[in-house]
């Protein structure tokens, strides 16, 4: 790689897409280090907004900006060389695309894998015994605990599905519980089975588990996994829990078997159209999807809007991985990051 025309890079203008106050808080101070240029828009980066690009070398985006074909070519167009997304994930950047531009990806592949995995448990832990109820009632004076029964999680069998770094921590964690923790990965971790932790195939992880935790990632394999034919081999009242990516789960097959009562609870961070709704406060517009209306409307789901990121230690740990990968594209050093094709099949 060329080495840029400043030993520090501190010239690089970076583009910085869907940003919250947050975002800024935290860049601007880490940045203290780096000063690189950073504008930060506000909009997210979609077909619309990708000329604002114009002039910046490097993007800075997220889970729920839109880089698709199209995008990456006006990137190109505009002079952009590189794509830092600020988080794991990257099913959301055609990587056939920013290798056919020569526009080089980079990511946080780990930034605390505890928080997204304890986050799993929070809604477990909601999910089971109430506890949102609870607090609402006990507010308004009512102290019953008529509706409340839940169930305890010691014996009970939890199926995770991906135990790469997340799910890992999440299967560590559930065990502590006295859970039986059976997994399914392309990959066994040795590590997790001289913890007690049992490999399956697919097919029996959905047959035994009581509890199914999804922490693989989004890609052409994965998608849609949980859907009516998966469904069907699973136990009646099953819980599914989904802080992976949303489009796991074939949200209309899960709505289905939420009125049959397939599933019987139903907790996720993440959901297959939440680029037009997760981060925004739309308390006081018309919502327009009616699939998240829906499920909304049942007392055994759960949905938090794409948070399970977000501890202050994973923050700190996203901002000063994110701006160490564009200080190492600034000053032409291999980029430790780096999204490579084989890694998007
Ligand atoms: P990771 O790469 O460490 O682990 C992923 C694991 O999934 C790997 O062990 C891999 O072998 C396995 N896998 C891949 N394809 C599979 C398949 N077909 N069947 C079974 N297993 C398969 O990733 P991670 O850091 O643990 O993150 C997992 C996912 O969590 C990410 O892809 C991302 O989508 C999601 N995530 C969500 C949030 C959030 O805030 N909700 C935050 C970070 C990450």
């Not at 599905?161 to 997994?183: E, M, S, Y």
């Not at 047959?207 to 469904?231: A, F, V, W, Y």
């Not at 809007?305 to 977000?310: C, T």
């Amino acid at each position: 790689m060329t080495k840029r025309n400043n030993p520090n890079g501190n010239h690089i203008k970076v583009a910085f897409f869907s940003t919250k106050p947050y975002d800024k808080e935290y860049f601007e101070s880490l940045n203290i280090e780096y000063r690189f240029n950073i504008t930060f828009f506000e909009s997210a980066l979609n077909q619309s907004t990708a000329n604002l690009c114009l002039g910046y070398e490097v993007v800075c985006a997220f889970v729920n900006d839109n880089l698709d074909s199209t995008v990456i070519r006006k990137l190109a167009n505009n002079g952009v060389k590189m794509i830092a997304m600020r988080c794991a994930g990257f099913n959301n950047v055609d990587i056939k695309s920013s290798m056919q531009y020569e526009i080089k990806v980079v990511r946080v592949p780990a930034y605390s894998p505890e928080a997204i995995a304890e986050h799993s448990l929070a809604l477990i832990l909601t999910l089971n015994r109430k506890t949102h109820k609870a607090y609402n009632r006990v507010r308004e004076g009512n102290f019953s605990v008529d509706r409340l029964m839940g169930f305890n999680l010691a014996g009970k069998t939890v199926g995770v599905i991906g135990t790469g770094k997340i799910g890992a921590a999440f299967a560590k964690t559930i065990k502590g519980f006295g859970c039986d923790v059976i997994a399914h990965d392309l990959y066994p971790s040795k590590s997790l089975m001289e913890k007690g932790i049992k490999y399956t195939d697919l097919d029996a992880l959905f047959e035994s588990s009581d509890i199914i935790s999804l922490h693989c990632p989004l890609t052409p394999r994965t998608k849609h996994m949980i859907c009516e034919s998966s469904l069907s081999k699973m136990k009646n009242g099953v819980m599914i829990i989904n802080t992976s990516r949303g489009a796991l789960i074939k949200t209309s097959d899960v709505l289905q078997a939420l009125v049959n009562k397939k599933i019987g609870y139903l907790g996720i961070d993440v959901y297959e159209q939440e680029e037009n709704l997760f981060f925004e406060d739309l308390s006081e517009r018309i919502i327009q999807d009616d699939t998240i209306l829906r499920l909304n409307s049942f007392p055994n789901v759960l949905i938090t809007s794409h948070q399970a990121f977000f501890t202050a230690e994973a923050m700190t740990e996203i901002v000063s991985t994110t701006l160490r990968n564009i200080h190492e594209f600034s000053v032409g050093k291999p980029l430790t990051n780096e999204v490579s094709p084989e890694m998007a099949r």
